[in-house]
């Protein structure tokens, strides 16, 4: 991107805003599912839900697609006794590096799909295409309040990595 395009992308943002009075209304709703089991019926997922769908604006759960801040990112946000987790007991390889968190499972309570809302060039939302983005959480143990963030990110995406990050 340009240093032109980018001043211009910033200005429409903040024209956006503007128009609201300062108050962005534009994120879009979105309702999170999280499938306990994986496509062969078998498996168990390793992200487990609380067993209900996250709709955004019931009570504990903030659920949106961030258009207002620019990014496109997927977020969901819990509280108020809304649950996830994440098992990491059928880990793949671990070594003495492997933090002891990480062999089994840590609860999370905020999730974010990184420009989710990308459309391929040449492209439009009617067609069917792949991407690839990244996906990132904050997790936590009873033992260790807060140990922070992990990220699973391919290293090379096709988004634009001059957009920023959402909070």
């Excluded at 620019?70 to 996830?84: H, I, P, Q």
């Excluded at 999730?111 to 989710?116: A, F, P």
């Excluded at 807060?146 to 290293?155: I, Q, S, V, Y």
Aim: aromatic share 8%; with cysteine; hydrophobic share 35%.
């Amino acid at each position: 991107m340009t240093r032109k395009s980018t001043l211009m992308t910033v200005v429409c943002l903040l024209a956006r805003v503007c128009t609201y009075g300062g108050h962005c209304t534009l994120d879009q709703p979105l309702q999170w599912v999280i499938n306990p089991m994986y496509v062969d019926g078998i498996t168990r997922f390793a992200i487990q839900g609380d067993g209900s769908p996250y709709v955004n604006g019931q009570s504990g759960v903030d659920a949106v697609i961030n258009v207002c801040s620019g990014t496109g990112d997927a977020t969901l946000l819990l509280s108020g006794g809304r649950t996830m987790a994440f098992s990491f007991s059928n880990l793949l390889a671990s070594n003495s590096a492997t933090p002891a968190w990480a062999t089994g499972t840590v609860s999370a309570g905020f999730m974010n799909v990184r420009n989710i809302a990308y459309v391929p060039l040449g492209s439009n939302r009617a067609d069917e295409y792949t991407f690839t983005t990244r996906f990132g959480s904050s997790v936590s143990t009873e033992s260790v309040h807060n140990l922070g963030e992990f990220r699973n990110a391919e290293p090379v995406t096709n988004r634009n990595d001059n957009i920023p990050e959402s909070e």
